[in-house]
């Protein structure tokens, strides 16, 4: 029964900032994965950046350098800091958490936050 809320997106301009976050409802046990992803009409859901449980992290190309994903246990939360800020960068951003549930993974998702990168 685990919510995640999104937060921080808004308006900004081009190669400004945001950061968003994601806060969990309650302690979230067995997280395999934590990652943002965004989706644009027409297109399908991409991941943007991902962070295992390991600390691991991964992001799509067109983001590298650009983005960093970090998470903090103790708040129940991760970030998803965004710099130098582009058009196509613009897009409803999902906050996603995997955990073990039996012998699977389960996918847990936020309701989105939108980003809109303007002049």
């Known amino acids: 029964q685990v919510q995640l809320v999104e937060s921080g997106g808004g308006l900004v301009q081009p190669g400004g900032s945001l950061r968003l976050s994601c806060a969990a409802s309650e302690r979230i046990f067995s997280i395999n994965a934590m990652g943002w992803y965004r989706q644009t009409p027409g297109k399908q859901r991409e991941l943007v950046a991902r962070i295992a449980s390991s600390g691991t992290t991964n992001y799509a190309d067109s983001v590298k350098g650009r983005f960093a994903i970090s998470r903090d246990d103790a708040k129940n939360t991760m970030y998803l800091q965004m710099n130098s800020l582009k058009h196509e960068d613009a897009a409803v951003y999902y906050c996603?958490?995997?955990?073990?549930?039996?012998?699977?993974?389960?996918?847990?998702w936020g309701q989105g936050t939108q980003v809109t990168v303007s002049s």
């Open positions: 996603n958490v995997q955990t073990f549930a039996g012998a699977g993974i389960h996918d847990h």
